[in-house]
Structure formats: C-alpha cells, structure tokens
C-alpha cells in the first residue's frame, strides 16, 4: 500500500459505495413518493414501519461493520488467508442473529407498534407494511456481511452491482404492487413492504453468485471448509458486539425523532416523511466516505502506517463535504420543486420549505462528524465508539423532546441534527488525535 493515501485511492473506494448507496437511497425514496400519492397516512405508516424495521437490521449492520473491520486489518498485513474463516465465522452469527431477529419482530410487532404510534389508521398502515417486509431481515442480514467483505478488501465496485439490482427489482415491483399494475394485484402499502422483501432475497442470490464465480477461489478461503475457531470468535465478538450496539442505539435514536414528531400530529410525520427522504439524497455521499474512512483507517494501521490515519481522514472529509455541496445547492435553491415529486399539496410543501433549509446546513455537520467517527470504530476502539455515542445521544434525544415540547415548528425539531453532527465531530477528533489506538490488536 502506498505511503500517502491519495484523493484516486480514496474516490476508488467511495464512488462505488456512493452508487451503491444512491440506489438504496432509491429504494425509500420510490417508496415514499408511490405512497405519497396515496395518502399522509400510508406516507407516515412506511416511514415508521420503515424506521422501526431498520432499528432491527441496525444490529446485523453493526455486527458485520465489526466483521469489515477485521477483515481490513488482515487485509493491511497481507494474512489473505485468514479472510475466508473471519467471513464463515461471520456468516454463522450473521444467521443466528437474523433468525433471532425475525421471531422478535414476529412476536412483538403489533404491541411495540401499538405502544408507539398514536394515530389508529398510521398503526393499522403500519402493521400491515410489517406483516410482508419482516421475512426479508436474514436476507438483510447477509447482504451487510456481503457489503462488510467488499469494503474490507476495497473491493467496492459489486456493491454498486448489488444495489441496482435490488433497486430496479424494488421499483418495478412497488409500481405493480401498490398500484396494480403490470399484471401485479393492486396492494397498497403492503405491496411496497413485499417489493422490498423480493428484492432483499433477489439480492442475496446475486452477492452469493458473484461471490462465488469471482473470489470464491482468489486466496481468501471464502468456500474452503473452515475449522471453528474460539479465539477467532472471541475476536469478532469483542469488537463486534460492541459496533452491533453502537448502531443499535444510533438508529434507535433516529426512531425515537420521530416516535416523537409523530404525537405532533399526521401533517408533522408527513413533512418529516418527505424531508427524510430529502435528507437521506444529501446523505449519499457521506456514507460513500464514511465506510471508506473505516475501512482505510483499519488498512493503514494493519500495514503499520498509523501516522497515516488524521491526514488520511482529513482528505476524506474535504472530499466528502466538496461532494455534497451540489445536492445541497439543488436543495436549497429548489426546495418547492424537489418537494413536487413527493407531493402535490401546496400547504405541505409550504411548511416542509423551511425545515428543507435546516438539513441542508445540517449535513455539513453530519459529514464532517460521520467521518471522523468512522474513523474511531476503524482504529479498532469500538467500545469507545460505543461510549462516545451513547453519551451524545442522549443529548441528541433530550434535544429532540424539549423542541416537541416547547415549539409547534417541524423545522425547530431538526435543528437537532446540528447538535449532533458538530458534538460528534468534536469527540471524535479529539479521540483520533490524543488517544492510545496506534498499537491496539485486532
């Protein structure tokens, strides 16, 4: 690996991840349009169901982000066989994990969904969106193993490949499903929730094919029988387990916004539906550099460049927020028009203008914050990470109950994403730069 880490190697690995991530930004943002045209009650139901759904695959995210971790770090000493074993390893808790989480959601859905949503015909929408998309979660599961091999080998461009796959099977299948067409029954929102679920497996298939066909055979001992292995387990589990959490709280979070915009009434979960979606367009790039910051913060110290890391994740950030400005430009310029494609209520676009305007500031925040953070979990720390978010999202979370409570404004409630970016920055910096990370063993 080269000494200095340049703008190629970096853009090398985040494009792909970008594409990727534009396509699956795709997918909600298909879902949440469809669905806008239907109604603000099936816009907010597909928006929490959603959201509550992703709390759970959050835990399979965090547990192969652990997995990726690991796999970068053999991949920056150059121990390529060791990759097949970490991956199989994986594979089987991936799967534990998955079934576990199917039977939670299958049992406890319709009293957790009944706890939290207020409105009787959002529960009802959202029930109905659960009952389909819940037996899609192991697919789930797999597919974020799949995405944590690639990104640890720097092997990024079949993520793109993967995403788009899962994208057109989605949007052709939501046209027919919610509304009937091409020879498909008219279902409504439980028809976006079973489009997405045809997709999950359609993309499982494809990732274990690829997989197969292409490195199955390069080295890594990916389909070689592998012995079970307790110190390599007791590895993943202690720096696994710990991201697993992170991620959990970090999107349970994100839920609780809006479990708490929701008691602000139908028309704020609706505007927030909408401005999610927007937000989650200006997010593309920063999950494109965020996973690259991970992956090459691991890589640098496994080839014993770890003087390499602040420099490196500097490059990265400046690169991230160049490629955000001209989504955030689009959207501040715009807003009225971007909003015509969720919408055609005049009122509604009205009072989501403003909090357009907060997130377009806000990700700045995010960007410069999600990288540096990233770059925490790469260096092997990952119960710091833990801690580090832990604490500032219960600022994140106190933030958001005082501006539900103290003001009848969506866009006050969302400034709460300036608190967050800037106090996660700040943190993190400060723990890559003064912290005792450089020699740590993964």
Known sequence: METSVTTKTIWKIAVPIMAGNLAQTLISFTDTAFLGHLGIVELGASMMAGLYYFVFTTMAMGFAI????????????????????????????????????????????????????????????????????????????????????????????????????????????????????????????????????????????????????????????????????????????????????????????????????????????????????????????VFGFLSTSNTLTSRLIGAGQGEMVLPTILKITINCILCCLPLIAVCAIFPEYVMRIYTDDITLIGAATPTIYVICGAIIFQGIGSVYFEAVSGTGSTNAALYLEFGILLIYIAFIYAMTHLSTHIEHVWLAEYVYGALIAIVSYLFVRFAKWQKRKI
């Open 66 to 285: 652990g997995i990726q971790i690991i796999i970068a770090r053999r991949y920056g000493e150059k121990e390529f066989s060791k990759i097949g074993s970490i991956f199989q390893h994986g594979a089987l808790f991936i799967f534990l994990i998955g079934l576990l989480l199917f039977l939670i959601i299958k049992s406890l859905s319709t009293h957790l969904l009944d706890f939290i949503i207020d409105s009787g015909n959002i529960y009802s929408a959202a029930m109905e969106y659960i009952d389909y998309r819940q037996y899609g979660i192991i697919f789930v599961c797999f597919n974020y193993l799949y995405r944590a091999l690639y990104i640890g080998l720097s092997n990024t461009k079949v993520i793109t490949y993967s995403t788009l796959i899962m994208a057109v099977t989605n949007i052709v299948l939501d046209y027919g499903f919610i509304f009937g067409k091409i020879g498909l029954p008219e279902m409504g929102i439980g028809g976006a929730a079973l489009a997405s679920f045809i997709a999950e497996v359609c993309t499982t298939v494809f990732f274990t094919i690829y997989t197969y066909l292409t490195i199955g055979k390069a080295g890594y001992g990916l389909f070689s029988r592998q012995k079970f292995d307790k110190y390599l387990t007791a590895s993943i589990f202690k720096l696994a387990t710990p991201t697993m959490f992170q991620k959990l709280f970090s999107f349970s979070a994100w839920f609780i916004f809006f479990v708490l915009i929701e008691k602000m009434g139908e028309e704020a979960i609706g505007i927030s539906s909408i401005v999610r979606s927007v937000y989650m367009i200006l997010f593309i790039p």
